[in-house]
């Protein structure tokens, strides 16, 4: 039994004054250490508490609170009357420490693999949490009530049952469910009972607890083409066989998928506003499609992302409300109609599958918020939402206006500009069908204004350059000076000599 | 053309004055049923405006408005000078309406697969939401500090950069992951960076996003049994191959693994306090594990859920702080240590394999709220996190005395009851080994009490009958009278000749 081994390591021990680290923790930490390395054994013996606590010039107490603690841990063994000894701990060479700094992490950094590349390489992830102008998709945070939300939220946290701070009950609240059974009967024409609804953590998980539940492993499902990205590349993710379907006049193409592909399991459309296109499906497209669905036996994924916003006719209501057989899942979100950062959505469904929905969710991340579910039904039930719907319609519509103007005025010789009847961006189509449309995009870009390529929405599809302006989240003020930076960019970007620069990846 | 046929039908139309649906939508919808029915054909002529809106009572604006509404949407064709004419949608024989009554279903009703049967059976929603007494698993929501919590709410909401109501970047905001590297520095001894850290929908979402990262369908995967059900259904639900391994009083029993299973691509541990039975994984076992890993490339998943509440020593540091080889995934969770609502846990990930969770993160459900990232950010920067769970270590270990002393009291007869010395449950053990628990348990809450059996928690393994009893969630004045209702109903169950009824599927 060496007895100076411990003795003489300890005494070189030293404090990191800066660390922020309690003295015992530093002292606990540096003696495992020395044990894990190597440097002391099992069977040496350590200084004696008195005579460390005077080396380290810190105070016996903290020395014998150490040794305790790392006694009950097994890094060290004290014997009545001989003294302290490193214990008998797992005779194994371990590594050293991983190092903090990633640069030094050589041998032990970890390579994700191909399948963890292949996540991490999706497009989903272009920027997101941005809410400069133009970033599609992002509603008015300028001007969302949150004196108004903040106050349900209060009235909530004050007088709340303790059953919202908990996990909730599977599928979600019973309140919201009614908010949302009100809410798309009469905004979207769709008539079901409220236990066919499952509130889901955002539309996103609606579609992944869709494929979850219906699809297995190499499961044929089509998506449009151009498309939601999240939503191909979840399927994806899933180990779906996604096979991508283009988009005519009326809407999905429906024939082109029937003539190309292998019969679909699960059929993936936004009838309202097709994203990112804009067109409304046609009534006859509809009928086909459901009727297609029944005979094969496959399910209609509607996703109704954005419906609420429209500025000449009224939306058509929902092909949910046309399926007399059960083979439409409807998905509505209210991070268009309120704000992303709330994070819930709602997947309606044929009755027989709503347990087993709301199983997956709990399964993937346990239920929506009920706290949060409850504040929104509250917002619902007063009235609060329509109002909010109504005044962000006008708002969107005068922030489109504002931006056909500003990029007719300042980009009018680069793009196509046509109003959109709905939705919360617009499409800028490049006057030159041969230029690159990324270069483009990421001299807007790196002029500080975000805007998404059209193709980056593409897989199969080779369409007419164009580039996606988001106008709902600018402020009216600022729609003009950011369309001239715009116009400047893509002057620079196109007629300054710089066709033949690769474009960075999106 | 049939010129009568429209206008004779239209006259027998009838508004639904209880419905609550805006007149308007009700003849909209009662004209597109008749169409979609067949009781109106393509070039059916309709009553002029006029005409109809004298028969029905209701103002010629609101007809010409459902007239052009639904010649938007094809239903109809105006020519003008001629009329109004049932369009040339889709000739094809529409199934009727889905009735609204799930009895009338029919031939209708959707037969769930049998895949999404097995998903619905999941134990892990057994009365999930629930918060009564003796519910294992909810922390003392009767004491949380609303107050607190809401102001911090409110000065987010008030002075918030607009960012924080929109998605929020991959991965986590900045100041949160601060805030969680701290934490588990000074409680868990871990020592990371902050571009290790992914915050999640919750500890359950950072499971699936390793599981759908890090392995494919048919991998192997071992779990404790018993154990987490959420975990293990889940690995289910992405098609793993969950092998179940039993616990030892050092922990998980890796011999019996390495003897019976398939090397496993993924192992998923409680080392702090094995859930559901509280053992505190042995020095010895982590090296062993983590030496394992190391030497076969599979990953260990820390769970490290209820870390926080330990009344006797300080907690082991987290098997994390002793893997130098980045082999472990460590997943922590506020669901205890503040409330489940919250949905915010936390991964900590060898730095190679972050962009992959973010992206699998975004791909299943997008973000975490930035809101409610920002929130808890500054509750636990300054400091009131650490006060509270100062506070709930103090009162839990106080309900804790009170369950150990009510139901020596009450049902000691029945129960062998020890003191947990850390989390949030104890398992009071049958004292006739032979007593059926799913009976006992289901008088229990028969009577009102919720309370978990062990059972539920094993697959392969048959263990002496237990039964879980939370302590956290139940107000201190209420305890003594909880666990006379469980002393009462376990007389009756146990002594009451009812042991021969086949026990209720939990």
Redesign the interface.
Known sequence: MTKQKGGALMSTFRFAESSG??IY?QL??GI?KMI?DGNLSAGDRLPSSRQLATDLGISRQTVKNVFE?LT????LNSRRGSGTFVGD??V?K?????P?D?RR?NG??????K???A????K??TR????AAFRPG?PA??M?P?KA??AA??RV??SGN?????????GGLPELKRAIRLHV??HR?I???EDQIVV???A??AF?LIA???I??GSVVWCEDPGHI?VR??MR???ADVKHVPVDRHGFDLEYARQRHPRARLIFVTPSHQHPLGITM???RR??L??SA?QHGCWIVEDDYDSEFRYA??A??AMQA?????HVLYVGSF?KSL?????IGYLIS????V??F???Q???????????QQVLASFMLDGSFNAHIRNMCTLYQSRRDLLVQGLRQHAGSFLDIEPCLAGMHLIGWLRDGTANELVAAEAIRSAGIDCLPLSIYCVEQVLRPGILFGFA?VPDSEINAATRVVGAAMADALHGGRHNVPPRQH
Chains 1, 2 share one sequence.
């Open positions: 680290m309690p923790r606990e930490n495992r894990l603690q009950i841990e097994g890094f701990v797992a194994m371990l590594p050293p420490e991983m903090r990633r992490l032990y950094r970890v390579q994700p693999s399948h963890a590349r996540i991490a390489a999706t989903a992830t997101l949490g941005s809410v992002v945070l300028d969302f949150r939300w903040s939220h209060s946290m004050r303790d059953i919202l701070f908990s996990y909730g009950p599977p009967r009469d024409g008539r079901c009972d889901t953590a955002g996103q998980q992944v979850l539940t219906l297995k492993s999240a590349d979840a993710l899933l180990c046609s009534l006859n009928l086909e459901l009727d029944q006719e009224r058509l209501p046309l399926d007399g057989s059960g991070s704000f992303p950062a709330l994070r044929p009755p027989g599958l347990d087993a709301a199983a997956a709990t399964l993937l991340s346990q239920n929506v918020s009920p706290l949060q989240c």
